[in-house]
């Protein structure tokens, strides 16, 4: 039995109390992967088990291929096992980056449906909600993913409930947006499993302080996202994200604040240096970077949902903030694509 070290603990006598074998976590990682996400699936699991001197939690690392890879930061792992000889696991969290919507992964698909028909939960954090839908992994559950990936998600799978918490439990699917939102999520899964107490020590045991209220979350998401600390700053920003394909006139935004043009005019200039004007530009900009990206959508659809009438409007804007042509970008994409094996057009549709 494992010594629980200083600091929180758990005794014998509280709330956990498994003799039963422990949970297995299978961690499906893909290349490219955010190491930050990644650890924060798996640390919160190993203190769980230092601090309640138990073995509460197994582990292991998948991959399509049982070959090395690295991460977003250039770190190289080697998973334990190929997706074609993974074990079985009680829960797979499925953790990818920013090209999750093109991955082609038919082992790892395999065996996720095997694991399901036995009974596993099925997670992902950061972008790996992307590539579950894909599969139809994900229908008829609620889930989120990274925010830049978001619009996308949005524009291909409508009929999917995508929030923007930073983390979503939903009966047999958990979905959290990385990093911080990953660590939340598994704090809460620990309180599920063994009790709100050892959730507690491990949260101390990271000195971190989780977020409880799914109102919070938004919140808390949206400030992390953009450094903004101004209440009605924050509440036009969540206005403009939410009709970024809509007319939105500053008036009438600053009204439904009960502030004046020029009240909200100066508050924005001091959190972000633009005008809103300018500030709801280059929202829809980036919103059109990320659906060139991450989605299929033709170039004059972006457009439109961006909130630009003219497509050659549309282009000049976005070269101007670019430096590039919403083609250029998107044939840079594909370039990217095909040059790492990603997939191909034919296979971007659901399985």
Known sequence: MIRPPPGPHIPPSGPVSRDAAPLRHAILVFPGFPLMAFSAVMEPLRAANLLSGKRLYDWCVVAEEPAPLRASNGLRIEPDHGAATAPDAD???TCSGGDAEQLVADRALSWIRRQLRGGAQLGAVADGAFFLARAGLLDGHACTLHWTSQPAFRETFPEIDMRQDLFVL???RFTASGGV??????????????????????????VHDPLRQDADRQHIDLRIRTGIRDPMV???VAAM??????????PRLAAGLNASSDRLERAFRRETGLAPAAYLRRLRLRHAADLLLHSRSQIDAVALSCGFLNPSSFARAFRLEFGCTPREMRRDRDRHARSHGLTDPERCTRH
């Open 170 to 172: 939903d009966r047999s």
């Open 91 to 93: 829960r797979i969290v």
């Open 241 to 250: 994200e939410r009709g970024l394909d809509e007319p939105l006139e500053i």
């Open 181 to 206: 939102g990953a660590l939340d999520m598994m704090l809460a899964l620990i309180a599920a499993d063994f009790g709100a107490e050892l959730s507690a020590a491990v949260a101390e045991w990271f």
């Open 234 to 236: 924050l509440a036009a």
